[in-house]
C-alpha cells in the first residue's frame, strides 16, 4: 500500500478468491490492507512475507491519529495460519490489538465491524 490508498475511504469486501478481492466496486488481485483511511494492495502472498514495511501504512495512520485503529482483524489465507513471532511484536509494540483466521471468516467479521463503525483495520492475504 502506497501513501495513497487504492480506494480511499472505508469500504467492505465484496468479495475474495480466485487470488483477489472486490471492494468499492473495484476488482483487485492480490493481498490488501484496509484502514480507516482506506485500502490499499499488500505486497505479500502469504502472512510469512507481511513486514515492517508492509505495515508502514497502517503505522502512519495510527501515528497521524491515534486511536483511530482499535483492531486489526488478519486473514492468513485459505487455511489458518499463526503471524510470524516478528510481526506480533511489532504489533504489540505499537499496542494494537489482533486477531487472526483465515481470510474468509476476517473479511466478513471486518465488514460487520465497519458496519458497526468500530475502528478496524484488516490485513487479508488473497486466496486461490
Known sequence: MTATPYAPGRHAIEAYGGGGFRFA???????????????????????????????????????????????????????????????????RAIGLRFEAMSTGPAARIYNVLIDERRRVAALLIAVP
Open 25 to 91: 466496486g473495484l476488482s483487485h488481485v492480490g493481498s490488501i490492507l484496509a484502514t480507516p483511511q482506506g485500502i490499499g494492495a499488500l505486497q505479500a502472498a502469504t502472512l510469512a512475507e507481511v513486514d515492517e514495511a508492509a505495515l508502514a501504512p497502517l503505522i502512519a495512520e495510527m501515528d497521524a491519529a491515534p486511536g483511530s485503529i482499535e483492531l486489526l482483524i488478519i486473514g492468513s489465507g485459505a487455511t489458518l495460519a499463526h503471524p510470524p513471532a516478528a510481526l506480533l511484536a511489532r504489533l
